[in-house]
Nanobody, 113 residues
Framework: QVQLVESGGGSVQPGGSLTISCTASIPHFGVDTMAWYRQAPGKERELVGFITAGGSTKYGDSVKGRFTISKDNDKMTCSLQMNNLKPEDTAVYYC???????WGQGTQVTVSS
């Protein structure tokens, strides 16, 4: 079954760090662009950033310098490392295989003291 399964969400205090990942069972994962989105309560889903097959990355202004996306083609995983987390980063985070338009189920990240 072609899918993305996310893991690693949870609660963290402001200023803390958290890494979330998604594991793919997609035949052409190695050549696909992967992206992370998030949706906070009452807000629209927004793009956090993406990584191309060649390893180029781009991030939204609100997370630039704090978040890092990486991709391991051998392990078929895509990770989002989040540093210096802020309460406004609280959201459900989704990974997406852009090339195939396949979404993960989402994982909750809560930043609170």
């Amino acid at each position: 079954q072609v899918q993305l399964v996310e893991s690693g969400g949870g609660s963290v205090q402001p200023g803390g760090s958290l890494t979330i990942s998604c594991t793919a069972s997609i035949p052409h994962f190695g050549v696909d662009t992967m992206a992370w989105y998030r949706q906070a309560p009452g807000k629209e889903r927004e793009l956090v950033g993406f990584i191309t097959a060649g390893g180029s990355t781009k991030y939204g202004d609100s997370v630039k310098g704090r978040f890092t996306i990486s991709k391991d083609n051998d392990k078929m995983t895509c990770s989002l490392q989040m540093n210096n987390l802020k309460p406004e980063d609280t959201a459900v985070y989704y990974c997406r295989d852009v090339s195939s338009d396949i979404w993960g189920q989402g994982t909750q990240v809560t930043v609170s003291s």
